[in-house]
Nanobody, 121 residues
Framework: QVQLVESGGGLVQAGGSLRLSCAAS????????MGWYRQAPGKQRELVAH???????NYADSVKGRFTISRDNAKNTVYLQMNSLKPEDTAVYYC???????????????WGQGTQVTVSS
C-alpha cells in the first residue's frame, strides 16, 4: 500500500557528509510523521531523527548538531543531511512513515528497504 524508496547512502570518510532521501508513494491519504532509523551490526534498530507533518522534530543525542532532518509534505519525501560523519554512524539506515491509506481506518508504520552508510576512519 505504501512504498518507501531510499537513496543517498554510500561510503564516506570520517568528517564527510551524505544526504539521504526517502520518497513515499502508494495509496496514501495522509502521512503524520516520517523518520530515519539505523541499525548497526549486532545492535538494535534505533531512532536517528523524526519529523511530524507539523514540523516537530527530535533527534537522537548522538546526532544532534550534526544531522538535519527535513520534509517536503507535498512530495511525501523526507531528507536526512548528515555532516561530520563518524565511524560509529556506520549502519543501515531505514526510512519510516506513519501513513493513512485508502481503505484503512488507522495510521500504520511503513519501512523502506534500507540504505547502507559506511564511514571510514
Amino acid at each position: 500500500q505504501v512504498q518507501l524508496v531510499e537513496s543517498g547512502g554510500g561510503l564516506v570518510q570520517a568528517g564527510g557528509s551524505l544526504r539521504l532521501s526517502c520518497a513515499a508513494s502508494g495509496s496514501i491519504l495522509s502521512i503524520s510523521a516520517m523518520g530515519w532509523y539505523r541499525q548497526a551490526p549486532g545492535k538494535q534498530r534505533e531512532l536517528v531523527a523524526h519529523i511530524t507533518s507539523g514540523g516537530s522534530i527530535n533527534y537522537a543525542d548522538s546526532v544532534k548538531g550534526r544531522f538535519t532532518i527535513s520534509r517536503d509534505n507535498a512530495k511525501n519525501t523526507v531528507y536526512l543531511q548528515m555532516n561530520s560523519l563518524k565511524p560509529e554512524d556506520t549502519a543501515v539506515y531505514y526510512c519510516n512513515a506513519r501513513a493513512l491509506t485508502s481503505g484503512s481506518r488507522y495510521y500504520a508504520d511503513y519501512w523502506g528497504q534500507g540504505t547502507q552508510v559506511t564511514v571510514s576512519s
